[in-house]
């Protein structure tokens, strides 16, 4: 029997994930609270993290498409309800 070999993970990488998933929760957050403050960080982060790529590339993905969603949906949500922007 061979095995496939185990592919060491960088230091980068597990940060990586750890950025994409804090983009992903400050990105959902910002549509409660002043969504031109926090969701640009949230996505600046989030491309970090897909920059970065390794293991979490496909989490990282998500987080900018979740950003970019929540973005849209949080001027919208703040517009309507004529909460403040920033």
């Known amino acids: 029997m061979s095995t496939a070999p185990?592919?060491?993970?960088?230091?980068?990488?597990?940060?990586?994930?750890f950025l994409a998933a804090a983009a992903i929760f400050?990105?959902?957050?910002?549509?409660?609270?002043?969504?031109?403050?926090?969701?640009?960080?949230?996505i600046l982060l989030s491309l970090i993290a897909a920059g970065i790529g390794g293991r979490a590339e496909r989490l990282a993905t998500y987080a900018v498409a979740i950003g970019a969603a929540c973005f849209a949906i949080g001027l919208a949500v703040a517009v309507i309800t004529s909460h403040p922007l920033w």
């Open 26 to 42: 400050v990105s959902l957050a910002g549509v409660a609270y002043r969504p031109l403050r926090l969701i640009p960080f949230a």
């Open 6 to 17: 185990y592919r060491q993970s960088r230091p980068a990488e597990t940060v990586a994930g």
